[in-house]
């Protein structure tokens, strides 16, 4: 071997970049030890293989456009990613050349650089580099007033800033909720200082860059300008912002709670503090007789407030759980723990239940709403002026299942409709309920992705429906995490 062979060879192994020819079948014949760590594979495993073949599935159409613009001299377009031996994705540039060699074939020289991943893979063509994806530094560069660069540090080059070019990004200044947008070149110019501004670089890029501006124009006409990358800090700022919002609304929130569960629990509780010292003065047993079953009423009263808190109380701090359910079980379940209420023996049960599937979902939370829904239906009877009839009906299917509750009750007015799902209100004053049970009952949907509607006419009764997404069985689950 010569020795200008010898320094050749010495200069492809040690080159930083991923080099490797490839011939006219798209086979790559060598590669050097950089091409090899950026894939992960050994020497041997790559040679006679296509560079295509080493791209993710659904990059490879691109991966070959893109080679078809690099071979008719278009190298903007040389960026994709590459899958490495262990599964791993690399952003890279890649470039293509036709080599003249003395072979009966031509040659190719493949060179593969890497780059810091953007935050989406495709990249849209553009007339000027993307935004990286992170910054370190301060970019200084000077200008003259017709935006062209004099002087740039190595920070503002990688911003795409260089010198002898035309400056190249739109800024967008906010005041308030309004944006003004406007090329970088004519921001300079408006004033001849700048002090700690908050700029966002190309605001309709998919990767905005948030800047602290200081810039001076000197008396040559010219402009220095200081640029802080910020966007730690404006994310860091976004982020306590919706907090801030988020424990706000909680505490609003909170206080009404505690606002008309207390004002709910005082009620009862005087009421029976009442009927106690009534009581100690009464001597008649029939008047002794009906105090004690007031009191009763009051407790009970009392006790299922509590019930609709620790139902609250479930539904905002617990997860989700999977199970089977057995639509026809729970509904008799729910009629069965309800059977003790005021006309509940007056009124006939009808129960529907059509599931052609195993349907997954959260028991518990669907056993709040059925308890809740038919427990309004018995409170809002109208058994004095005809034969009560409470209806269940349930399809579910293995995706979706949707409930029905309908009466021939009191009914609501329109305009109760829009508010009956509000925490502690009444649509009614003929019952003493506390106004939380709809509440809860949307609350428990919405925790499970379901919906639900209300179609009522007064006088005649009211139907509630009830749709509700399947959550996955645990065992579906876990087959999908093995996978």
């Not at 060699?101 to 893979?121: G, K, N, R």
């Not at 009124?347 to 518990?364: L, M, N, Y």
Request: proline letters at 5%; a negative charge.
């Amino acid at each position: 071997m010569t020795k200008s062979a010898t320094l050749g060879q010495q200069l492809w192994q040690s080159s930083a970049l991923g080099l490797g020819l490839m011939n006219a079948q798209r086979q790559l014949i060598e590669v050097n030890d950089t091409f090899c760590d950026i894939y992960g594979y050994d020497r041997d495993e790559l040679l006679e293989q296509s560079p295509e073949k080493l791209i993710p599935n659904h990059f490879r159409e691109r991966a070959l456009l893109s080679y078809q613009n690099y071979v008719n001299g278009n190298p903007e377009q040389g960026l994709q990613y590459i899958q490495r031996k262990d599964g791993s994705q690399q952003y890279v540039r890649v470039t293509v050349e036709n080599m003249d060699a003395d072979t009966e074939s031509p040659l190719q020289l493949v060179t593969i650089t890497t780059l810091p991943s953007p935050a989406s893979p495709v990249q849209k063509p553009v007339s000027r580099p993307s935004l990286p994806t992170s910054f370190s530094g301060v970019f200084l560069f000077e200008c003259d007033r017709n935006g062209k660069c004099l002087k740039s540090n190595e920070v503002a080059q990688r911003l795409g800033i260089r010198p002898h070019q035309t400056l190249p990004h739109q800024v967008a200044i906010y005041s308030g909720q309004i944006q003004r947008t406007m090329p970088l070149t004519e921001l300079l110019n408006e004033r001849k200082l700048w002090e700690n501004a908050e700029w966002q670089l190309d605001p309709e890029d998919d990767r905005p860059l948030w800047v602290l501006a200081n810039t001076q124009t000197t008396d040559q006409q010219t402009t220095v300008v200081c640029l802080v990358p910020i966007d730690a800090q404006k994310r860091l700022e976004d982020t306590l912002t919706r907090n801030l919002h988020t424990l706000r609304a909680s505490n609003q929130h909170l206080e009404r709670f505690l606002y008309g569960a207390t004002h709910d629990l005082k009620a009862p509780l005087a009421s029976l503090l009442g009927l106690i010292d009534i009581f100690r003065s009464e001597e008649d047993p029939e008047q002794q007789a009906l105090y004690l079953q007031l009191m009763e009423k009051s407790i009970s009263r009392l006790n299922e407030f509590i019930h609709e808190i620790v139902d609250y109380s479930k539904n905002s701090n617990q997860s989700l759980r999977q199970n089977a359910i057995d639509f026809k079980t729970l509904t008799n379940e729910v009629f069965e723990s309800l059977g003790y209420v005021t006309f509940a023996s007056q009124i006939e049960k009808k129960i529907e239940v059509h599931q052609t599937a195993p349907f997954h979902s959260d028991a518990h939370r669907i056993k709040v709403v059925l308890s809740n829904l038919v427990s309004n239906a018995y409170k809002y009877s109208s058994v004095h002026r005809r034969p009560g009839v409470i209806r269940v009906s349930v399809f579910a299917s293995e995706q979706e299942a949707t409930i029905q509750i309908c009466d021939n009750g009191l009914g609501i007015a329109k305009e109760h409709i829009g508010k009956i799902f509000d925490m502690f209100y009444r649509a009614s004053e003929q019952q003493t309920g506390s106004g939380l049970g709809l509440y809860i009952v949307k609350e428990t949907i919405e925790k499970m992705n379901g919906t639900i509607s209300v179609d009522s006419t007064l006088g005649e009764g009211t139907c509630f429906t009830v749709s509700l997404p399947a959550s996955p069985s645990s065992s579906k689950q876990q087959m999908h995490l093995n996978l």
